[in-house]
């Protein structure tokens, strides 16, 4: 599991007896930064009637997310777009680069996206209890449900709203890892079976690196769409 | 088949030994949870920032100046579409009285031109009628006059013949009646 191995890259940096150094995914999380600002900047310098394709790229990238958002969330939650944006493209970049050889794949680590849950968990509950102070907790009580459920009931939302970020996270983490390590266990066999016997696994690898992309895709979008449905939650209780 | 199961199976032991060597999930390792939370937050916030502040308002921008040129170019060639149309009546209306006009004209013209021809016809036919008269006048008085003349001529030669047979001159009177008398005959008889 080497690919998966965290290691510090420069200087130790130790704030109030936390190691926070420069690491490796702390590395290939700017070069997925990178490659995003360079995709919007190119994608956004010119200001042209009919696109071009880089243009498009980011036009369409912004109509994918907009009707995402309005369709899970509605209009109210237009201020969150830029957060639901930010989330998707760097989580799908953060992805798609570690789909390189020899590359590191950042969301392949349970502590990344448990910060990314835990932060739109936290966010969203203020929020819900911003917009609708008390009444936010009617989320845990489903209307049209007989009085003798409603207890077991509430206990069920309550936990399914509390494991949200566990689920959240878990889900990213989980599919990244697997992913990663079944490309790794069939390049394995490659090697080991060597020229007579390794054709077979190399063409599961071939088709496995095509299943990788299109998991990294849709985590991505899984991810942000149900940050869309908890935003949701949160803006609009109706249960 | 047998010979590949045993490669299969011992293969996967040699691998198995590989994968032991670094076996654990370097994610459960809480070394660097902290950097990568750290590292985390801060270049998520840089993109998020950057992406909040520059880049969504200028696709925004974008998308919404093309939507607003496609929708003004829609309405003024809606505009022009219906001024055209406009236009077109205008035209087919023009070109509906020119051709009555042409039309009007030309019968105009044509029974004028008749009407002329007509005239110059007539002017002509009298003109001729005229011409005729005279020249039947003419004709008619050249007539008499000649009438006139045979008959004094045949009265000079009766009186000479009376005188060359009878020798004497014969009743005048009588004879210019007698010579009339056959002239008119005569006349009759041409």
Known sequence: MHQFKVHRIGPEIEISGFDLSFTNSSLF?????????LLLLFGTREKRLIPSKIQLMSE????FISKMISDTAGKKAKPYFSFVFSLFIFILFCNMVGMLPYSFTVTSHIIVTLTFAIFIFIGVTILGFIIHGFKYLKIFVPSGVPMVLLPIISIIEIISYLSRPISLSVRLFANMMAGHTMLKVFGGFVISLGIIGGWLPLTFSVALTGLEILVAFL??????????????????LHH | MKKLTIV???STFYCGNIFAAEAGMPQLDPKYWASQAFWLIIIFSTIYLLIDKVFIPKIKGNIDTRENKIRKDLEEAKIFREEAEKKLIIYKKLIQTASQESKKIVSDSSQKLNEDIQNKKNEIQNQIDKELKSAENEIMKFKKDSFDKVGKISEDIVTEVIKDIFGEDGNKSKISATVNEILKKENVKV
């Open chain 1, 219 to 236: 985590q991505a979008y899984v991810f942000a769409i149900l940050t869309c449905i908890y935003l949701n939650d949160a803006l609009n």
């Open chain 1, 60 to 63: 369409i990238l912004y109509n």
């Open chain 2, 8 to 10: 299969l199976i011992i």
């Open chain 1, 29 to 37: 999380m700017v070069i997925s930064a990178i490659l995003i600002m």
